[in-house]
């Protein structure tokens, strides 16, 4: 048996920031920028308010910030209500490589929740992050795909990266941090047909409770199997019954996967997005009214309609996952962004009706990111666009310029501009501060 957890382990334990690109640290600084955006904008909203009168009666010692409020909570709530928050408007960073996990909200907020607690400089932080990030998504990229269509991998995976990024910045030994990957192993669930509900973005809130609480565990001596990822009962085999895991150590230190994060221009699902740029291409380069479109036509990927085939969406949170109201809101509104995916905009007439123009056909051999647009109009002309890479996907990423203004479109409002303009600026220079702990203080509402 390869021990494959043990090699992860020490790849953990024994790299040094040094070790790193200075191009994947600028794209560490780009995702924490993302993550916090999505948190603090996230911050208003019921599922995150009726998560935190639920936690807060019963919170711990007040050792972190809750981002985007005044509360503050024991380390492992604050890291669950703040995985929480960075997801529900579905607008966080996603790295499309291979799966569509979303890296930042399982371990950001454990970095942030430890960094108040016992003082670490930037440079540490920002490392912790990027092995965490690392070690969730070599390990989704191995184990997930058709055999487990039902499994939420940010939920299933995302502990193992908080587990890593907490070992890291608790300074776990090698045989503490095997354990928490056990302990992590042993948490590990989350299911795809609670999409659409409050609890797709409690996932990545879960993962990163349930990561640091791993890595706490085992500092403290809980011993869990060593094999917990490549064992014959252990993670892989229980997940999809795959044994071969030598992907995931394939150009450890060599290759980042923080590197292929992308950050989302609109906020849904993320393989609605090629349909959302193109309506939204079509919309403009016409000067389309709803009254003039008699259907739109759409063809996508099987995994589009797997993903977000809900045609009759009847609240905000399940029209992030309906490719249908995505395409009526991009055509009417020309955006799809947070104010396009609330209860009432899905309810609203003039939706619902171009909505229910929407058809959608899955075709073999379109990409999961890849759509075909037609537009039929009232005078009998057809429109036509062929999406192959969107807005925000890796071939056609997002600026730093341009992710700057997405955090401040979702902080503003929550945070005064000063506030937030300085935690940008400290988010920018982070590999310069003493104590990043400031990071998340300055995430607060004061």
Request: charge should be negative.
């Amino acid at each position: 048996m390869n021990d494959i957890t043990r090699s992860l382990v020490q790849y953990v334990l024994e790299s040094k920031p040094e070790d790193i690109p200075a191009s994947v640290l600028k794209d560490a600084k780009r995702s924490l920028i993302n993550f916090l955006g999505c948190s603090i904008g996230g911050a208003q909203h019921e599922t995150v308010e009726k998560l935190l009168a639920a936690t807060q009666p019963f919170s711990g010692p007040e050792q972190a910030a809750v981002l985007g409020h005044t509360e503050r909570l024991d380390i492992l709530s604050a890291a669950l209500v703040n995985g929480t928050s960075s997801a529900v408007l579905d607008f966080d960073a996603t790295q499309a490589k291979k799966t569509n996990i979303h890296p930042s909200g399982p371990t950001a907020p454990v970095c942030l929740a430890l960094a108040e607690l016992t003082p670490i400089s930037g440079k540490d932080f920002l490392h912790a992050f990027i092995l965490g990030v690392e070690i969730e998504c070599r390990i989704a990229n191995t184990v997930f795909g058709s055999t487990n269509p039902g499994w939420h991998v940010t939920s299933v995976c995302g502990g193992f990266g908080a587990a890593a990024a907490a070992g890291r910045m608790l300074g776990l030994t090698e045989q503490q941090l095997i354990w928490a990957f056990g302990i992590a192993a042993n948490q590990a669930g989350g299911i795809r047909e609670n999409y659409g509900t409050m609890v797709k973005s409690f996932a990545p809130g879960t993962a990163a409770r349930n990561g640091l609480s791993a890595a706490l565990m085992a500092q403290q001596g809980f011993v869990s199997d060593e094999h917990a990822l490549e064992g014959s009962k252990g993670f892989a085999i229980a997940m999809t019954g795959k044994d071969d895991l030598n992907e995931l150590t394939e150009n450890l230190g060599k290759d980042f996967e923080i590197s292929y994060n992308t950050y989302k221009a609109f906020a849904c699902g993320i393989v609605t997005h090629a349909t959302v740029d193109g309506c939204v291409q079509l919309r403009n380069e016409h000067n389309l009214s709803q009254e003039q479109i008699v259907r739109v036509s759409l063809k996508v990927s099987h995994n589009t309609l797997l993903l977000t085939g809900k045609e009759k969406p009847s609240t905000g949170l399940e029209g992030k996952f309906s490719v249908y109201h995505a395409a009526a809101v991009a055509l009417i509104d020309g955006t799809a962004s947070e104010a396009q995916f609330t209860d009432e905009r899905v309810h609203n007439p003039d939706v619902t009706a171009l909505r229910n123009c929407v058809q959608a056909e899955a075709v073999d051999g379109i990409g999961k990111y890849e759509a075909f647009i037609a537009i039929d109009l009232d005078d009998g002309t057809t429109l036509e666009k062929h999406i192959t890479h969107a807005l925000g996907s890796l071939d056609n990423p997002m600026g730093d310029e341009d992710v700057a203004a997405k955090y401040r479109e979702l902080v503003s409002g929550i945070l005064p501009d000063d506030q937030s303009e300085a935690l940008i600026d400290l988010c920018w220079s982070i590999d310069t501060l003493e104590n990043a702990g400031n990071i998340a203080r300055a995430a607060a509402k004061k």
